[in-house]
């Protein structure tokens, strides 16, 4: 189990935008990820070091985004007017998980703009959508990782987070520590300094030319 990307919401009208704006402000470029057609979405990514990537998401006028987990949480953030939606961990076997939360992982899929099949499978997001402190999990199928799409020259060392660690924990089924690695600094904040919500409140990611902090 390892930290493997974060996920930024926005409009599919101010798409364009927000990749150009984090893209200038990291001093990277985002790659074009294409739709996910079981989940009414869109994204470009971003390689990060460490094998991380940071992810920019749309919903997109398609039913699957009402329909679909997934679709739901990055609709009803857009709605609120964008932001971060949550963070990801990757596992080799998502089958655990699924007994443990008793419930199956559902298939993700993918075409990149360069014709790259990327494929996988994902579970939590109901949780993510109820509490977004709360993680979902990715096994990748076919790992053509985005974090390996172009030059990574930014990399997370800080995600503050509002919320509580114990509960955290308690999803993960093991200790944080081991869900992010030790290079990356996560720091507990009160939910009242985050508008009473719980989920990522900022991300800082060391540059080139010093630490930017997204909220």
Known sequence: MRLDHVSYVTSHDQLADTVQRLGSRLGSTFVDGGIHPRFGTRNFTLPLQDG????????????????????????????????????????????????????????????????????????????????????????????????????????IVKVEIAGDETTIATWLGSDLSSAVGNDVVIEWVSPTTNDGENGIVAVHLQTPTGVVRVD
Request: contains cysteine.
């Open 52 to 155: 991380h990537y940071l992810e920019v998401v749309c919903p997109l006028d398609h039913p699957a985004s009402d329909s679909s987990a997934f679709g739901k949480a990055v609709s009803l953030r857009a709605a609120e007017g964008g932001g971060w939606l949550t963070w990801v961990v990757s596992v080799d076997d998502v089958a655990p998980i699924e007994a443990r939360l008793g419930r199956s992982a559902v298939d993700g899929h993918r075409v990149k703009p360069d014709g790259t099949d990327l494929s996988w499978k994902q579970i939590g997001v109901l949780g993510t959508l109820e509490d977004r402190q709360l993680p979902f999990f990715i096994q990748w199928i076919a790992n053509h990782h985005p974090s390996t799409d172009g030059k990574a020259i930014a990399k």
